[in-house]
């Protein structure tokens, strides 16, 4: 049985060791945190990695609320611009729930697996790539501890140890912060939830439902150089009035890396999740990239004959249709930051386009399905 060790145990590394114990793999996940906290806030999952969650046996639909759409908003009016269906065209449906929530059913699938092994307080502190097997150190309250094994998932975040003992470049910041908090709303017995988008000259506000009793997500991305509300405080009523009850969670230095897969040595390392490819959350894609390429990993190693060619195969699928996302990405952050008045025209653009025209939109990232993205690049 091959046997792999993954550094990390966020959203990526958890989905993939599950996705590599399903193909037979034995998985020993290693993690610098000594506690797995509550970190983080809300995470929006559309039907792209819900896919993945599902035929990973993952209860995700057992937390969190389903959403229909997110509606975008004039910030300082609250005029309604435009209704963005979020559902997949054949009507699979999407998520938003606190993280905490998505680590913790992770986390039950994956003590469910008899051969995956998770230890916490072991941050991978050596890594070698130049020997064709895994060479890697980890720290741990007894000293450092060797690893050896087929297989080493670089699952360790924006700020991965493993692309800087690896030689890769650092991240770099964006000219963006995230401003999250927690906010609660009157309850409802809407069945879904609409994600409410406002946008601004360069800022926008984003808050959605997280739970049944009400608790919300609300962030707001601010220029870098001034990391504080400024006039989204003075926005829309509805907006303002959430903010001022809202309970501060922090300001997150957003930083972007660019995308790297794998090791460039002979040794069989992968990268997966904000570690080969950090992403601006302006498509709320960083997680469900991260699913995605765990299950990609996963399937092009099951010929695992050869390592170095289904390392290669992993990043000829990932690094297309990250690099698309990647675009739509820096195409949301222009268009969501205008100043008046090309805000205006943005405006008027969209409110000419139908919902159906508007979902159509992203509909190549809605609708993939892992088994289909395979078999199209046949694997
Ligand atoms: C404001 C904001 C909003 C977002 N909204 C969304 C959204 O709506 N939808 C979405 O899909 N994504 C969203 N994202 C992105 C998403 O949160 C991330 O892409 C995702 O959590 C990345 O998961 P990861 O497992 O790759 O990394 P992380 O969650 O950072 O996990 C890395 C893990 O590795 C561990 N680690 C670090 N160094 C080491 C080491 N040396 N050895 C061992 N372990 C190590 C860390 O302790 C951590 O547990 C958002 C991000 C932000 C900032």
Known sequence: MPDAVIAGAGIAGLTAALALAQRGWTVRIRERAARLEAVGAGIQLSPNALDVLHRLGVAVDTVGVAADSVVLRDGPTGR???????????????????????????????????????????????????????????????????????????????????????????????????????????????????????????????????????????????????????????????????????RPLGAWPLLTVMPRWRAEGPAPIAFVGDAAHAMLPYAAQGAAMAIEDAFVLSACLDDAADRGSALRRYEALRAPRVGKVLARVAFHRRVYHLPRPLSLARDLALALRSPASLRRDLAWLYDWRADEALAISGN
């Open 80 to 246: 309604r611009i435009a209704t963005v269906p979020v559902s997949s065209t054949d009507g699979r449906g999407y998520r938003v729930l606190h993280r905490a929530d998505l680590q913790r059913v992770l986390l039950v699938a994956v003590h469910r697996v008899p051969q995956i092994e998770l230890h916490l307080g072991q941050p991978l502190v050596a890594l070698d790539a130049t020997a064709p097997g895994i060479q890697a150190e980890f720290g741990g309250p007894s000293g450092d501890l060797r690893d050896e094994a087929d297989l080493l998932v670089a699952a360790d975040g924006v700020r991965s140890d493993a692309a800087r003992l690896l030689g890769f470049p650092s991240p770099q910041p964006s000219g963006a912060t995230a401003l999250r908090f927690a906010a609660t709303a009157a309850p409802t017995d809407q069945p879904a939830a609409a994600i409410e988008a406002w946008l601004g000259a360069r800022r926008h506000a984003v808050r959605y439902r997280i739970d049944a009793a009400g608790a919300e997500n609300l962030v707001v991305i601010v220029p870098a150089g001034e990391p504080t509300l400024g006039a989204v405080s003075r926005w829309d009523a509805r907006l303002a009035g959430s903010l001022a009850q809202a």
